[in-house]
């Protein structure tokens, strides 16, 4: 059980007027998926997924890495991340989330880019042409607002029944115009210590 890769597909959505006013500076976001074989699909209930998790997710965050920051640009302009899983009917919400719940993935990205807040995600399960739909956050502070971002794309012939699409998202700046705030400001006004929710 190796890694098997169909297709790597590349969206990219640079934003220069929102609202009708034009961007101080253009929000650039890139989605980089690989479709590949989903090697648990279609053989009897597998117990322990490690072994795949650890021969697969490892390349598979390599893969994408590079890709993401190719058309980035580079590791220190990526200011957003996140990350996401489509598994197909054949499968297991559980084998796309083996793929990406796991350092030996989620690492290769945040180490690349020197992040340190957690990946935001989505694992679902879909059919041929479903969307892609990336969240994300900024890579060193969960609480900055402007970039709660979401990129989204659909690849039409994925995922076919056994394979999982597997994608990084990054955003090169904030949304434009932002003006909700950061959670810090809620948190001092409500008296909220870190962690809180909303």
């Not at 796309?96 to 350092?103: E, G, Q, V």
């Amino acid at each position: 059980m190796a890694l098997e890769v169909r297709k790597v597909v590349s969206y990219i959505e640079e934003t220069h007027i929102e609202g009708g006013k034009a961007a101080a500076r253009p929000l650039l976001m890139v989605l980089c998926a690989a479709v590949v074989k989903n090697p648990w699909a279609g053989v009897p209930f597998t117990e322990d997924l490690r072994p795949g998790i650890l021969r697969i997710a490892p390349p598979l965050g390599d893969l994408l890495v590079r890709e993401v920051l190719r058309h980035a640009g580079s590791a220190e302009r990526v200011e957003g991340y996140g990350k996401a899983a489509v598994v197909g009917a054949d499968g297991e919400v559980e084998h796309a989330s083996a793929l990406i719940h796991t350092l030996r993935f989620g690492n290769k990205y945040r180490d690349a880019v020197g992040g340190t807040s957690y990946l935001s995600f989505t694992n679902s399960r879909g059919p041929m042409g479903c969307p892609i739909v990336v969240p994300m956050m900024h890579k060193n502070d969960e609480g900055m607002r402007s970039h709660y971002l979401t990129v989204q794309a659909t690849i039409a012939d994925a995922p076919a029944a056994g394979e999982i699409v597997v994608a990084l998202g990054a955003s090169v700046g904030g949304r434009p115009h932002h003006r909700i705030g950061d959670r810090y400001q809620d948190m001092q006004e409500l008296g909220t210590q870190p962690g809180g929710k909303a």
